[in-house]
């Protein structure tokens, strides 16, 4: 996977504003007072981000999806009914069909939708958009939400020009079938790599589609106007949104990587939302302020932060060393130093509030002393040499790999913790030779394929380095991803949760942080996305001044 400047502050930076944007926007005004005077007016909700996304093109992005989720539309959402809860409902689709044997997904378009360019959106639209991400020259980097359709993998080849398996039926209906079935697809659709883009649009753009604001046309409740790299990205409200009007004129997103810049900038009111993972250690500051205590918002950030064990790697090849490990980390402790204590243990794969979790899970105890007997067992008495690898210049997952490394010392275990730049991180864990490692993985949709076969898949596993090779539980595995009934589904994952975790220890999972934010009195309506993330859609706020 973020203000609105007060009295003179506001009114300078709205005339700069209006003077960049001048031949972008046609207001019908000639009067510059009564230009000077609705921009004033404006209501506008400004959030922080910590780095310039470079783009909204979801094809050319993994990271950035702030900008997606609000002026682009999907052909399903994925609304948060509570913290932590989702459900799928009808965005671009008014309604879906599923053929019996789960093969072919029937999508029936609304009518009257309409892009930000006036043109309506239609089913050629939907499959020019999914064809593009698959496209080899496009390079896009979303494509595993795509893959499982019919003719996916001849077009990612280069060995057709088109992908077959997606139909335009009529304007209004587009039919695409999967090579097997997938129970999770509609709910990977709801996912911002899902977004539609307009053809004409897109084609009229090139490479500056998502980059140009006056060129990146979407469906979405707002429109970009404005993007100054490295400053701020303006966003309109879109007046013909088909759902109806955003209830405020303006969402900015104002680029500030510092966090301790954020936080002034959010109590001088100059940014209306503080997003407390910027900074952790504000935490205690505004939960015993006064003025702030009662703005907090706060949600689970249904995810799991982890230790990969890289079984490759002796004496990580013997069950009871790893299961030693997983008893021998002082989870609870990490989580108050490191977090204030805002989360709970986990004790599988899947978080709590993901679709399939199973909170009856056996607690993985914190016992040294059984760690010693196991490692006693698995022929180390005094214990061994384990290296803990991290990308650099991340003081965070160092402080917690000391711990961890503090943690093992007692139960005989020598860590040395290997530091490297994020470049030779991510390529020598793609080759299965990176040594174990902390990391941490929130949903991108609400289904447990989106976690278990993610890691332990047998392609995946080796990617990330865990090395796991439980050839009947990778079987499981595959599997589940075709089963139709939901219940069969979940009891199988869960199934395939126990073995990898409990039985062959697998995985040492750690804990699901809270996700705090701070907004300003006069946001209304604000609630965290349902999957935690930061980045999310701000079409229900409300803006009371």
């Not at 009257?112 to 390079?139: C, H, I, S």
């Not at 020598?428 to 949903?443: D, F, M, Q, V």
Request: proline share 5%.
């Amino acid at each position: 996977m973020k203000k609105k400047l007060l009295a003179l502050g506001l009114i300078l930076m709205m005339l700069v504003s209006v003077t960049a944007c001048g031949g972008q926007t046609d207001t019908g005004s000639t009067d510059a007072s009564q230009d000077q005077a609705s921009s004033a007016e404006k209501l506008t909700f400004t959030v922080p981000y910590d780095g310039d996304p470079g783009t909204a093109d979801v094809a050319k992005t993994t990271e950035y999806y702030g900008l997606a989720l609000n002026i682009f539309d999907r052909l399903v959402e994925s609304k948060t009914v509570a913290p932590g809860q989702s459900e799928l409902v009808p965005g671009l689709a008014e309604s879906w069909d599923v053929s019996d044997d789960g093969l072919v997904y029937t999508f029936h378009l609304r009518q009257g939708a309409l892009f930000q360019n006036g043109d309506e959106v239609k089913a050629q639209d939907v499959y020019y958009t999914f064809d593009r991400m698959l496209n080899p020259e496009t390079e896009g980097l979303n494509t595993d939400f795509f893959d499982m359709i019919e003719g996916a993998e001849a077009r990612m080849n280069g060995e057709s020009d088109v992908t077959s398996g997606i139909k335009v039926v009529d304007d209004y209906t587009v039919e695409i079938t999967l090579s097997e079935p997938f129970a999770p697809f509609v709910a990977g659709l709801a996912t911002p790599a899902g977004s539609v883009y307009s053809e004409a649009a897109v084609e009229a753009a090139g490479d500056q589609f998502g980059i140009d604001p006056a060129l990146t046309i979407g469906s979405g409740p707002f429109k970009m106007v404005d993007w100054v790299v490295n400053d701020q990205i303006t966003l309109e409200a879109f007046d013909d949104y088909w759902g109806g009007r955003a209830q405020y004129d303006e969402l900015v997103y104002k680029i500030v990587p510092d966090a301790e810049t954020a936080r002034m900038l959010f109590e001088n009111g100059e940014i209306d939302v503080f997003d407390c993972d910027l900074a952790r250690s504000q935490i205690p500051y505004f939960e015993s302020s006064d003025k702030w205590k009662d703005q907090i918002v706060s949600g689970p950030r249904v995810g799991v932060y982890y230790y990969c064990l890289n079984e490759s790697i002796p004496p990580l090849d013997d069950v009871n060393v790893r299961k030693a490990l997983q008893m021998a980390i002082d989870r609870k402790n990490i989580l108050d130093q490191m977090y204030y204590g805002k989360g709970v243990l986990v004790n599988g794969i899947m978080p709590p509030g993901l679709y399939g979790y199973n909170a009856d899970l056996p607690e993985i105890t914190y016992d040294p002393e059984a760690a010693k007997a196991l490692l006693a067992e698995a022929g180390y008495p005094d214990g061994f040499d384990l290296e803990i690898s991290q990308v650099s210049d991340s003081p965070n997952t160092l402080k917690i790999n000391e711990i961890v490394q503090s943690d093992l010392a007692k139960i005989g275990v020598n860590v040395t913790i290997t530091q490297l730049d994020e470049s030779s991180f991510f390529g020598i864990r793609k080759t299965g030779e990176l040594p174990s490692y902390y990391s941490n993985w929130s949903a991108d949709f609400n289904d447990p394929d989106n976690f278990i076969y993610t890691f332990f898949a047998a392609k995946n596993s080796a990617g990330r380095s865990f090395n796991y090779a439980n050839a009947d539980v990778q079987a499981k595995i595959e599997q589940a991803r075709v089963i139709t009934d939901s219940a069969e589904r979940v009891a199988l994952y869960q199934e395939i949760e126990q073995e990898i975790v409990q039985e062959d220890a697998a995985w040492i999972p750690l804990f699901e942080l809270e996700h705090l934010f701070v907004v300003q009195p006069y946001v209304k309506n604000y609630t965290v996305a349902w999957n935690g993330w930061s980045d999310q859609s701000y079409y229900d706020i409300i803006i009371e001044k």
